[in-house]
């Protein structure tokens, strides 16, 4: 990829690599883009899971968790999705891991933190430690200072169309926002919506379109 800088930092929750504005094929659409009060934007579709659901079904695995580890290996899989502003910098994390809202008992949340890991039942059997943990009682942690994440939620009473984040305009936030709704029968499949909401200073619907395509062949195999 042109205008990348290897950079190693002590901080910040990972290795990435600084671009280099000037010389990055998307330099006018981010000069463009960044200053924007809400930069956002959100594309919302259906995803076939047919595949991902019978794989879980036989396995008595955790769809949820199995949702949360194939959405984040595919954005894993495109640069796009690692892009994140740091302080004035835009830099690309070698590896993101990911983060979601997890529903307590009173019917309150807490927000919950998964490690990567290409192993999905490694990944699935450390998510579902993680989770406990969180039920047993922890405060609410944010993390605002962990860019190498993405958000996730759950909203999985609701076969939603469009979703929208709360957002804190005062902050200058990069981080993709990615939400499942209830997944429902149609002819012969399964399908969720799934809500991708992204900085458009650093992607385009294209890439959006490829992660899609991306996430819909592998969840629907």
Not at 29 to 48: E, H, Q, S
Not at 154 to 176: E, G, M, N, Q, Y
């Amino acid at each position: 990829m042109e205008g990348f800088i290897v950079f190693s930092p002590p901080y910040f929750c990972g290795m990435y690599t600084i671009i280099e504005v000037e010389h990055w094929k998307r330099r006018d659409a981010f000069r463009f883009f960044k200053d924007f009060d809400d930069p956002f934007f959100n594309v919302t579709a259906p995803v076939d899971v047919t595949g991902l659901l019978e794989q879980c079904r036989q396995e008595n695995s955790s769809f949820f968790l199995q949702s949360l580890h194939l959405a984040t290996m595919v954005a894993n899989q495109l640069d796009a999705f690692r892009f994140r502003l740091l302080n004035d910098a835009v830099v690309c994390y070698d590896l993101v891991h990911c983060g979601s809202a997890v529903l307590l008992p009173d019917h309150t949340f807490r927000y919950c933190y998964f490690d990567y890991t290409p192993d999905r039942l490694a990944f699935e059997a450390a998510g579902a430690q993680a989770i406990q943990k969180v039920m047993a009682g922890t405060p609410l942690d944010p993390r605002n200072d962990a860019l190498n994440m993405l958000h996730f939620s759950v909203l999985p009473w609701i076969p939603f169309t469009a979703f929208k984040h709360a957002r804190r305009f005062s902050k200058t936030d990069s981080i993709p926002k990615i939400m499942f709704g209830k997944y429902y029968r149609e002819a012969d499949r399964w399908l969720m919506p799934v809500s991708v909401e992204v900085n458009h200073a650093l992607m385009d619907g294209y890439e959006v379109g490829l992660y899609f395509e991306a996430l819909s062949a592998a969840a629907a195999r």
